[in-house]
């Protein structure tokens, strides 16, 4: 099984997806291994939540395998596809929250204490920053900004995942910087006063 598992990591994710198809657990696997982590940051960075994002990431996950017998190898790549459908997931989820109104529960937890406490608790805060900055951006753009910054997608591929024009991504993209930009600076005129 080992030697299969070596063998599959070579194939493209379209190839990985036939083989599974046709039954081979290994590549499905192999697949998971190579897909979930990015699709995992993607959805927690847009829910804020790990917990929520996983079960978000397994759901997206089930749902591949499902439609994996129909895969079209060429049509779109499973990466995209995976992106698409939690991204929206998430924004089901994040409908749903509007509905109950969410207050400021997305605090960072404190940094654990370790030899190097300083330098993680500079990361903690930046990253805290960053995620509180994209929580106040609007839907599309907090999407848009994640999947192009964040996750390295090309705009192609964002305007697949997200369904609207290359033009559209570019837009969204650019008003998402400016904004975030904006309320990063903000918060470290808040921070140094």
Same mark, same amino acid.
């Given at each position: 099984?080992?030697?299969?598992?070596?063998?599959?990591? /070579?194939?493209?994710?379209?190839? =990985?997806?036939?083989?599974?198809?046709?039954?081979?657990?290994?590549? @499905?696997?192999?697949?998971?291994?190579?897909?979930?982590? /990015?699709?995992?940051?993607? +959805?927690?960075?847009? =829910?804020?939540?790990?917990?929520?994002?996983?079960?978000?990431?397994?759901?997206?996950?089930?749902?591949?395998?499902?439609?994996?017998?129909?895969?079209?190898?060429?049509?779109? !790549?499973?990466?995209?596809?995976?992106?698409?459908?939690?991204?929206?997931?998430?924004?089901?989820?994040?409908?749903?929250?509007?509905?109950?109104?969410?207050?400021?529960?997305?605090? @960072?937890?404190?940094?654990?204490? @370790?030899?190097?406490?300083?330098?993680?608790?500079?990361?903690?805060?930046?990253?805290?920053?960053?995620? +509180?900055?994209?929580?106040?951006?609007?839907?599309?753009?907090?999407?848009?900004?994640?999947?192009? /910054?964040?996750?390295?997608?090309?705009?192609?591929?964002?305007?697949?995942?997200?369904?609207?024009?290359?033009?559209?991504?570019?837009? =969204?993209? @650019?008003?998402?910087?400016?904004?975030?930009?904006?309320?990063?600076?903000?918060? !470290?005129?808040?921070?140094?006063?």
């Amino acid at each position: 099984m080992g030697m299969a598992l070596d063998q599959s990591d /070579h194939l493209d994710d379209d190839a =990985l997806i036939v083989l599974f198809a046709n039954g081979d657990r290994t590549a @499905a696997e192999t697949l998971t291994l190579r897909l979930s982590p /990015h699709a995992l940051s993607f +959805a927690r960075r847009m =829910l804020g939540d790990l917990a929520e994002a996983e079960d978000v990431v397994q759901e997206a996950m089930l749902r591949l395998w499902r439609v994996a017998p129909d895969w079209r190898p060429g049509e779109a !790549k499973p990466a995209t596809w995976l992106y698409r459908v939690v991204n929206n997931l998430c924004i089901d989820r994040l409908r749903k929250r509007q509905r109950v109104s969410v207050g400021l529960e997305d605090m @960072a937890e404190p940094a654990d204490p @370790a030899p190097s406490a300083e330098t993680r608790l500079i990361q903690t805060d930046r990253m805290a920053a960053l995620d +509180a900055a994209l929580a106040e951006l609007p839907d599309r753009q907090r999407q848009a900004v994640i999947l192009r /910054h964040i996750e390295g997608q090309s705009n192609p591929d964002i305007a697949r995942i997200m369904d609207i024009s290359v033009e559209a991504v570019e837009s =969204l993209t @650019a008003r998402g910087k400016r904004m975030l930009a904006k309320l990063l600076a903000s918060q !470290k005129e808040e921070l140094s006063s």
